[in-house]
Structure formats: structure tokens, C-alpha cells
């Protein structure tokens, strides 16, 4: 299987349109937050249907450290996946998702039924954790929320969309599922899996 995106090129920076978090006048802030293009093809014989994720490999893993002015958060700080999307049972039909067409900008408290291909479901992404104890923002955060790494973090992060076709049309798990699940259920059911990714900073001597 090959995946590919028309909003960025594999292995370079993730435009701000499909990012969480920007740089602004008064600082950092949201920024437009759309989904990006993403489209695949040699899809294996007897494909029923599709899981999509995308992931932060390079989240910090010392919560205290972020988004502080005092401090710069070390390249070689031990690391965590961050998960920004999850979407199962997927058509098989379906091989392209449109740039937007699943998010187009911040919800406070989270999107609670985001757009999708007719038939798909998506679960809750790592900013539910994240936002816990903010009365502005807390919630169930569900389908796409983008990039928004620590503007004091100098490690350059990558966002990975994984694509599996899987040999089931639908997976058991419940409405509030999360991207760990989804890994554990695909289990057994992967008959191809596709891999494309784009950086993004906002620490201002990685960004430029």
C-alpha cells in the first residue's frame, strides 16, 4: 500500500492550516486546524475495510517542563506518542479523505460528532487527557485535532498518518474509543498498512 497527501510532502513541515497550534501577535494560539488531504492505493484483495491514525511519537514526557519561559525542553528528554486522530471502519470504497472535510477549526470541549466518510466512526484523541482541569477546553476531544507541540520544546516533531486496511467491515469497540484501542483491535485484521509523515514546530529556532 502507498498513502499520500496533497496538503504536504512527506517528510517536511505540516502547513499551519492543518495544524492545532500557530504562532500569533499576542504569542501562541489555535490556528485553522483543518485535516490534511491524505489519499491511498494498492489496497490488498479482500479489503473490507480502513483504520486511520495519526501520531506524535516525539510528545514530552514531563508535563511540568511545557510552555514555560524559564526553560527549554531537551531534544533527548525521553519521548511519548501523542495521538491526534482516530477513525475506524472506513469503507472500503473509500481511498481518499479531503482536505477539511473532517475538521475545520478548534471546538472548545471537542468536536462531539465530527464529519467522516458515510459508515466510519472516529474516537477521542490524546487532547482529552491533555485539556483535564481546564474549564475553558475540557471535554471529550473526537476526530482530528492537529499539531500544537510546546513552542518551548527543540526537538523537531513528526506527525505520522497510518493508514491499515483491515479484513473486517466493522471493529468491536465501544463509541469512546481511543487510538490505543484501535491498535489492539486491529490485531489479526491487517492485510496492508501505509505510512506517510510531516514535521512541525513551534520553537522559534526550529520553525525559522
Same mark, same amino acid.
Given at each position: 500500500?502507498?498513502?499520500?497527501?496533497?496538503?504536504?510532502?512527506?517528510?517536511?513541515?505540516?502547513?499551519?492550516?492543518?495544524?492545532?497550534?500557530?504562532?500569533?501577535?499576542?504569542?501562541?494560539?489555535?490556528?485553522?486546524?483543518?485535516?490534511?488531504?491524505?489519499?491511498?492505493?494498492?489496497?490488498?484483495?479482500?479489503?473490507?475495510?480502513?483504520?486511520?491514525?495519526?501520531?506524535?511519537?516525539?510528545?514530552?514526557?514531563?508535563?511540568?517542563?511545557?510552555?514555560?519561559?524559564?526553560?527549554?525542553?531537551?531534544?533527548?528528554?525521553?519521548?511519548?506518542?501523542?495521538?491526534?486522530?482516530?477513525?475506524?471502519?472506513?469503507?472500503?470504497?473509500?481511498?481518499?479523505?479531503?482536505?477539511?472535510?473532517?475538521?475545520?477549526?478548534?471546538?472548545?470541549?471537542?468536536?462531539?460528532?465530527?464529519?467522516?466518510?458515510? *459508515?466510519?466512526?472516529? /474516537?477521542?484523541?490524546?487532547?482529552?487527557?491533555?485539556?483535564?482541569? @481546564? %474549564?475553558? $477546553? &475540557? #471535554?471529550?476531544?473526537?476526530?482530528?485535532?492537529?499539531?500544537?507541540?510546546?513552542?518551548?520544546?527543540?526537538?523537531?516533531?513528526?506527525?505520522?498518518?497510518?493508514?491499515?486496511?483491515?479484513?473486517?467491515?466493522?471493529?468491536?469497540?465501544?463509541?469512546?474509543?481511543?487510538?490505543?484501542?484501535?491498535?489492539?483491535?486491529?490485531? *489479526?485484521?491487517?492485510? /496492508?498498512?501505509?505510512?506517510?509523515?510531516?514535521?512541525?514546530?513551534? @520553537? %522559534?529556532? $526550529? &520553525? #525559522?
Amino acid at each position: 500500500m502507498r498513502i499520500h497527501s496533497n496538503s504536504f510532502e512527506h517528510g517536511k513541515p505540516l502547513p499551519a492550516e492543518f495544524a492545532a497550534g500557530q504562532a500569533t501577535a499576542e504569542g501562541f494560539g489555535f490556528a485553522a486546524n483543518r485535516n490534511p488531504h491524505l489519499a491511498w492505493d494498492g489496497v490488498p484483495a479482500g479489503t473490507r475495510s480502513f483504520a486511520l491514525l495519526c501520531i506524535d511519537p516525539d510528545a514530552p514526557t514531563v508535563p511540568e517542563m511545557v510552555d514555560r519561559d524559564d526553560v527549554q525542553i531537551p531534544v533527548d528528554q525521553v519521548r511519548g506518542d501523542f495521538f491526534h486522530w482516530a477513525m475506524i471502519d472506513i469503507p472500503a470504497a473509500v481511498t481518499e479523505i479531503a482536505a477539511g472535510s473532517c475538521s475545520d477549526g478548534v471546538t472548545a470541549h471537542g468536536k462531539q460528532n465530527p464529519a467522516g466518510p458515510a *459508515g466510519s466512526r472516529q /474516537g477521542i484523541n490524546d487532547y482529552t487527557g491533555w485539556f483535564v482541569g @481546564n %474549564p475553558d $477546553l &475540557a #471535554g471529550d476531544w473526537y476526530g482530528y485535532d492537529g499539531a500544537f507541540p510546546p513552542p518551548n520544546d527543540l526537538r523537531l516533531h513528526r506527525y505520522f498518518f497510518r493508514v491499515f486496511a483491515l479484513d473486517v467491515e466493522r471493529l468491536d469497540l465501544d463509541a469512546r474509543f481511543t487510538a490505543g484501542e484501535v491498535l489492539h483491535a486491529i490485531q *489479526g485484521h491487517v492485510l /496492508g498498512q501505509a505510512t506517510t509523515y510531516a514535521t512541525y514546530a513551534l @520553537n %522559534p529556532a $526550529l &520553525a #525559522g
